[in-house]
T-cell receptor, first 113, second 111 residues
Framework: DAGVTQSPTHLIKTRGQQVTLRCSPK?????VSWYQQALGQGPQFIFQ???????QRGNFPDRFSGHQFPNYSSELNVNALLLGDSALYLC????????????FGPGTRLLVL | RKEVEQDPGPFNVPEGATVAFNCTYS??????FFWYRQDCRKEPKLLMS???SGNEDGRFTAQLNRASQYISLLIRDSKLSDSATYLC????????????FGPGTRLSVLP
């Protein structure tokens, strides 16, 4: 049973560019959340997708957008990259309809130069 | 005030020591609580859920005090392999959609 997978593992971009990160949830999971983790900090909630819709959003600008596909996989898009967007981007999934915890993918490490 | 606060750390302890981590949260509507462990340059992994009655898993004991909005994690007989950052996590949402992480406390267990 594959866990949460993310691609790519590492990415280098320059300011102003756009980036798309991808996530496949754990089998049987239908809810996907995205987090940004800056160096030395805990993960910060970006948004969550369920039934192909954004259900809740954290305190991130509109430059951060996402999508969920019918197979529950998800994309995170960031436009007009800033140096401060350099971070580890984590995807997490969980089973439907419960308060149980989430399982994280290995993350995508983004460096903006 | 941050939603979830933790001991600033780092904690440097010898093998075999007992170490306790503290966490406080500000949202009284928080519904579920967890401790995650994160190794350097890896993703967070669930260590244990935290229940109101307290719970134990081997050398690890978690406690929750809803009245004080306080969570703790106790590690007994520390091992070198326990070296990691420990993240306190609070779920505020009704549908599990809002997991708020503390900044983490780094633990180094020394030989």
């Amino acid at each position: 049973d594959a866990g949460v997978t993310q691609s790519p593992t590492h990415l280098i971009k320059t300011r102003g560019q756009q980036v798309t990160l991808r996530c496949s949830p754990k089998s049987g999971h239908d809810t996907v959340s995205w987090y940004q983790q800056a160096l030395g900090q805990g993960p910060q909630f970006i948004f969550q997708y369920y039934e192909e819709e954004e259900r809740q959003r954290g305190n991130f600008p509109d430059r951060f957008s996402g999508h969920q596909f019918p197979n529950y996989s998800s994309e995170l898009n960031v436009n007009a990259l800033l140096l401060g967007d350099s971070a580890l981007y984590l995807c997490a999934s969980r089973r439907p309809g419960s308060q149980e915890t989430q399982y994280f993918g290995p993350g995508t490490r983004l460096l903006v130069l | 005030r941050k939603e979830v606060e933790q001991d600033p750390g780092p904690f440097n302890v010898p093998e075999g020591a007992t170490v306790a981590f503290n966490c406080t949260y500000s949202n009284s509507a928080s519904q579920s609580f967890f401790w995650y462990r994160q190794d350097c340059r890896k993703e967070p992994k669930l260590l244990m859920s935290v229940y109101s009655s307290g719970n134990e898993d081997g050398r690890f004991t978690a406690q929750l005090n809803r009245a004080s909005q306080y969570i703790s994690l106790l590690i007994r007989d520390s091992k070198l392999s326990d070296s990691a950052t420990y993240l306190c996590v609070v779920n505020v949402g009704n549908y599990g959609q809002n997991f708020v992480f503390g900044p983490g406390t780094r633990l180094s267990v020394l030989p």
